[in-house]
């Protein structure tokens, strides 16, 4: 007996005349992977009710196509960059960018400095949007551009949404990638440093991704988008002062809750 599922529900058009079961099942994979953080074979025959052996060929090709990835650890299925890939460049040509667009214009008019959208694939942070400050000294705008998640306000924000175990997941080791000597280059040091940002419900950097850059970040809640979010304000570090950063963290995440509404 095949179990429910919130991906069940998903059911946008009228029911094919000739349906593919196995192109079905392959999709409901995909659904499900939608609703949690990662899937094991046990639990995709359970949800599919079919032999494990079935489950597993449909994983395989999954795998092979780039949809999916084998944890090396856990063994447990996760996204792969197929998958990502295609949800990317959904966000770049869809309405999400067109609907923060407005939001991304009051910080801007509210701060006075650099402002991003982006988003987390992995340990990546990809800047999808972003306005310029209109001072003379002014942080340079990202869009386009990636960068490490653990260099970057932006990226410690979302990660600091993600369980402890599936941050274990993308960290395997206990080493990281640094962009300068600021970088926070040890898992346990972004692990303490993400703690911090669960306590504030904001995450800053200063010159951990770019020197003389500082910026702040506050990102989306999960339930209210496919794809992690997150807003970003920058500026140059001559500018900041530790009041301009509380002042500036709550006027974006009052911009993140207004925003996210329009998401849900």
């Known amino acids: 007996m095949k179990n429910s599922s919130a991906a069940d529900s998903v059911v946008l058009g009228p029911r094919p005349q000739y349906p593919i079961e196995s192109v079905d099942n392959a999709l409901r994979i995909l659904l499900l992977l939608g609703e949690r953080s990662e899937l094991r074979l046990t639990e995709v025959a359970e949800y599919l009710g079919v032999a494990s052996s079935t489950a597993h060929r449909l994983l395989a090709m999954l795998h092979y196509r780039g949809f999916i990835r084998q944890d090396r650890r856990s063994k447990a299925y996760v996204p792969g960059t197929a998958l990502t890939g295609v949800a990317f460049s959904i966000l770049q040509q869809f309405d999400v960018r067109q609907t923060l667009r407005p939001f991304l214009e009051e910080l801007r008019d509210e701060t006075g400095e650099t402002v991003h959208v982006a988003t987390l694939d992995g340990t990546t942070v990809r800047f999808i949007d972003a306005i310029e400050s209109p001072r003379a000294v002014r942080v340079a705008s990202r869009l386009g551009r990636s960068m490490p998640a653990n260099c970057t ?112």
């Open 153 to 264: 306000s932006t990226g410690k924000a979302m990660l600091a949404s993600l369980s402890t175990e599936r941050l274990h997941q993308l960290y395997p080791e206990e080493e990281l990638p640094g962009l300068t000597e600021h970088s926070i280059r040890s898992r346990a040091a972004l692990e303490r440093e993400i703690a911090g940002i669960r306590r504030r419900g904001y995450a800053t950097s200063s010159e951990e991704s770019e020197e003389g850059v500082s910026s702040v970040s506050v990102a989306f809640p999960a339930e209210h988008s496919a794809l992690r979010l997150s807003f970003n304000t920058a500026m140059p570090v001559s500018r900041v002062k530790r009041a301009d950063i509380k002042r500036i963290a709550e006027l974006m995440r009052s911009t993140v809750d207004r925003a996210a509404a329009l998401l849900h």
